[in-house]
């Protein structure tokens, strides 16, 4: 099993531009999690999923939007990237909320 | 709201014994948590408590809860350099997620 794995690991765009980033799990798991890290921030939770076709807001979800078409993916959508939004962006998955979660690698975005 | 606080550095030397502490905020959390960030990389499941659990023992890891107080730690006994990393306390939050601490950074020298 390959885990969580996220895609791209890293990427540079310019203020206004837009991307998507890529989760997925092979676990079987309804929960899904998007998580950004700053320095001495910690991480806070983006958007989250308690199962297919569902997605809520977790801490600060301004500037992003998400999907959960399938079970397996959770999208991560920057519409029109801000500096702000230079981070690491890390996805998790669970089995319940009460599991481990288990997260990605990590994906490294810059904005100029 | 009220955050999960962990100091943010430690500084041991290899073999001595690490003390990481946390304070939470919910007392009804069920199950409190141990995540460890090695650079570059994302968070791994170290270990966790059950909150009706004062102590668990894993190998090195020592975890103890005291509930009156909401607070949580974790000691890593003959502590190496490979434990040198980030650690992050957290607990269930009143959705479906985690909230985690700031983590705290621990530096392991020879």
């Known amino acids: 099993n390959a885990g969580v794995t996220q895609t791209p690991k890293f990427r540079v765009l310019k203020t206004g531009q837009s991307m998507t980033l890529l989760c997925a799990q092979d676990?079987?798991?309804?929960?899904m999690y998007w998580y950004r890290q700053d320095p001495g921030m910690g991480l806070r939770l983006i958007h989250y999923?308690?199962?297919?076709?569902?997605?809520a807001k977790g801490e600060v979800p301004d500037g992003y939007n998400v999907s959960r078409l399938k079970k397996q993916n959770f999208l991560l959508g920057l519409e029109s990237a801000a500096p702000s939004q230079t981070s690491v962006y890390f996805c998790?998955?669970?089995?319940?909320?009460?599991?481990?979660?288990?997260f990605g690698p990590g994906t490294r975005l810059t904005v100029l | 709201g009220e955050d999960v606080e962990q100091s943010l550095f430690l500084s041991v030397r290899e073999g001595d014994s690490s003390v990481i502490n946390c304070t939470y905020t919910?007392?009804?959390?069920?199950?409190l948590y141990w995540y460890k960030q090695e650079p570059g990389a994302g968070l791994q499941l170290l270990t966790y408590?059950?909150?009706?659990?004062d102590m668990k023992q894993d190998q090195r890891l020592t975890v103890l809860l005291n509930k009156k107080d909401k607070h949580l730690s974790l000691r890593i006994a003959d502590t190496q350099t490979g434990d040198s990393a980030i650690y992050f306390c957290?607990?269930?939050?009143?959705?479906?997620?985690?909230?985690f601490g700031k983590g705290t950074s621990l530096l392991v020298t020879p």
């Open positions: 998790a998955s669970s089995y319940s909320s009460r599991n481990e979660q288990f």
């Open positions: 676990m079987n798991h309804e929960y």
């Open positions: 999923s308690v199962g297919e076709g569902t997605t």
């Open positions: 919910d007392s009804s959390s069920t199950y």
């Open positions: 408590i059950f909150s009706n659990m």
């Open positions: 957290a607990e269930p939050n009143s959705g479906y997620a985690l909230n």
